[in-house]
């Protein structure tokens, strides 16, 4: 009778021992790493705005590429207004080893005034009086968000991908969305080898405003020469005056 309990009581212990390792959430640390920096992802979209507009960002290094084309565009008066913001996720030590991960977000904010002058411009002023009121009443918002890993060891840095979402945000009725096209992808010289490589998702077609992918862990770090992110494509139309395809890149280089 001692035995079978003995023989039970072992059994939950290993049982309790296994379940207690499995961790879903939490982000990988090896044996005696330290987080030393931890901070709750922002996923309100409003909250993140706001951050990119007042210029707050956890990394402010001109290795961070958001750009943006203009394709057939006939309206002078849709009006586009770019911003960026960083944040900074989890920062581990693993020995000699540092192990940062960050989200980029970059936006790109369309109105159509009017009362624009003749000329024209898709970009207003930066700080304006009349940017301040015309973000407060955005016809479309075009995100993306890029995830990736940073490491620093022996004094170089290697990054990684990690995942890309993002969408468009429509609150004016007369903009009609269509053709939406998403590529994300890697290219420059691979961690430890500096063997040039590069990856691709290929062509992604999300069937509504959002979307979201994951960079397959197959994808290896890059040291140098680094390119990494997300384009995005979609066709505008805003009733019969105005039909346009607008190219949203948010990329990391080095």
Known sequence: MKAKNLFILTLVVVLFSSF???SFAEPKVDSGGTVIYQAEEITDLDVLFDRAKNGVSDVTDDSEQ??????SHSDNNDNIKQYTTTQKLLAVQNGEELVETFSKVSFLVITNDNNSSENGNLIRPFGSKEEEEWDSGYGLRAYSKVNYTRTLNNNVYAYKLDSVSGGWDRSDSRYILSERKVVYGISGNAQGSGIGVSRSSGNLYPSGNTFSYTAPSSWPALETN??????????????TSSTWTLHHQNNLTQ
Do not use: C, D, P
Not at 66 to 71: D, G, S
Not at 226 to 239: A, C
């Open 66 to 71: 958001a750009l943006f084309v203009v394709q």
């Open 226 to 239: 680094l390119k990494m992110g997300v384009n995005t494509y979609i066709t505008i139309e805003r009733g």
């Open 20 to 22: 207690g390792s499995i």
